[in-house]
């Protein structure tokens, strides 16, 4: 995805770090992933859901050292402590924010040139995809560990946002459809994000029940923009809303189309606003992205 020896700093993400001796059941009843996987892969991707099964949040979680350290957005981390302490009941956990990491994303080739980095740090593939890029967290007492002293590029949040809309990466802060959005209508699936034999967790009977049923009636999907003066929300074929879009750059996004005509919506233009939408189907949906 990223040019050689090229990084970008994630602002606003949070890490919570848990601990204690139920650490691994205490994680295992709450989240759409097998936490046991962490004892054999250093990072799995994950969600937490309403009873209804609705999305409520997704993270990363990695195994370093004696903690679990849980990635997430800055803005649901008080969200998120709250539902952790709620379930914590009488088990042997505790639970902190992790002040003291800063997250990043880097290019494959680029973890040689952090070697004389002076801060601790933690760097893993990205569990979702394969060969994308990795995330590393640094281990720092200030923000300014500067990555451009070690010989790499920093890229800008536009220049990664680009990147990440042509390798139809989602970002779920943005790429829902807020209080209504169902993991299987994200792909969350085909992004290692659910585990389908770990047994019972919130929301864990209706996200089963769509996908043996097969109730799924919209999906994610990459769209082409043919931009021209307005691009709206919805996307319509033949004055019939048939999506909503989600983000986008004017070139290409991500939306939720209805699945019930998809194959004739593949051959033809679809609009929004004055402008016209072509759908083209996710790399990662295709059998690609790796496999726990």
Same mark, same amino acid.
Request: hydrophobic letters at 35%.
């Given at each position: 995805?990223?040019?050689?020896?090229?990084?970008?700093?994630?602002?606003? *993400?949070?890490?919570?770090?848990?601990?204690?001796?139920?650490?691994?059941?205490?994680?295992? &009843?709450?989240?759409?992933?097998?936490?046991?996987?962490? *004892?054999?892969?250093?990072?799995?991707?994950?969600?937490?859901?309403?009873?209804?099964?609705?999305?409520?949040?997704?993270?990363?979680?990695?195994?370093?050292?004696?903690?679990?350290?849980?990635?997430?957005?800055?803005?649901?981390?008080?969200?998120?402590?709250?539902?952790?302490?709620?379930?914590?009941?009488?088990?042997?956990?505790?639970? /902190? /924010?992790?002040?003291?990491?800063?997250?990043?994303?880097?290019?494959?080739?680029? /973890?040689?040139? =952090?070697?004389?980095?002076?801060?601790?740090?933690?760097?893993?593939?990205?569990?979702?995809?394969?060969?994308?890029?990795?995330?590393?967290?640094?281990?720092?007492?200030?923000?300014?560990?500067?990555?451009? /002293?070690?010989?790499?590029?920093?890229?800008?949040?536009?220049?990664?946002?680009?990147?990440?809309?042509?390798?139809?990466?989602?970002?779920?802060?943005?790429?829902?459809?807020?209080?209504?959005? =169902?993991?299987?209508?994200?792909?969350?699936?085909?992004? +290692? &994000?659910?585990?389908?034999?770990? #047994?019972?967790?919130?929301?864990?009977?209706?996200?089963?029940?769509?996908?043996?049923?097969?109730?799924?009636?919209?999906?994610?999907?990459?769209?082409?923009?043919?931009?021209?003066? *307005?691009?709206?929300?919805?996307?319509?074929?033949?004055?019939?809303?048939?999506?909503?879009?989600?983000?986008?750059?004017?070139?290409? &996004?991500?939306?939720?189309? +209805?699945?019930?005509?998809?194959?004739?919506?593949?051959?033809?233009?679809?609009?929004?606003?004055?402008?016209?939408?072509? =759908?083209?189907?996710?790399?990662?949906?295709? #059998?690609?992205?790796?496999?726990?």
């Amino acid at each position: 995805m990223f040019n050689k020896k090229e990084f970008h700093k994630l602002e606003n *993400k949070s890490i919570i770090k848990i601990f204690g001796r139920d650490k691994f059941s205490f994680i295992q &009843g709450i989240i759409s992933n097998d936490v046991e996987i962490l *004892k054999k892969k250093s990072s799995i991707y994950s969600s937490i859901l309403s009873p209804q099964g609705k999305f409520i949040v997704d993270f990363f979680l990695s195994i370093y050292k004696e903690f679990i350290l849980l990635e997430l957005n800055e803005d649901q981390r008080d969200t998120i402590l709250r539902k952790l302490e709620i379930y914590k009941l009488r088990s042997d956990v505790f639970i /902190e /924010e992790e002040r003291t990491i800063s997250v990043f994303l880097i290019s494959n080739d680029s /973890e040689e040139n =952090l070697k004389q980095l002076k801060n601790d740090y933690f760097c893993f593939e990205d569990p979702r995809f394969k060969s994308l890029f990795k995330r590393i967290y640094i281990f720092e007492n200030s923000n300014k560990v500067n990555l451009d /002293e070690y010989n790499l590029k920093k890229i800008s949040y536009s220049e990664y946002n680009d990147l990440r809309l042509k390798h139809s990466i989602p970002d779920f802060k943005y790429d829902i459809i807020e209080n209504k959005s =169902l993991l299987l209508e994200m792909r969350f699936d085909e992004l +290692n &994000g659910i585990s389908w034999t770990k #047994g019972c967790y919130m929301g864990q009977e209706i996200t089963a029940r769509m996908k043996y049923r097969n109730l799924i009636k919209k999906k994610l999907f990459k769209i082409k923009i043919n931009f021209k003066k *307005k691009i709206s929300e919805e996307i319509k074929f033949n004055k019939e809303v048939v999506g909503f879009i989600t983000s986008h750059n004017y070139k290409e &996004g991500l939306a939720y189309i +209805n699945l019930k005509s998809i194959n004739e919506f593949f051959k033809k233009d679809l609009i929004s606003g004055d402008s016209t939408i072509r =759908l083209e189907r996710i790399w990662w949906s295709c #059998g690609q992205a790796i496999k726990n």
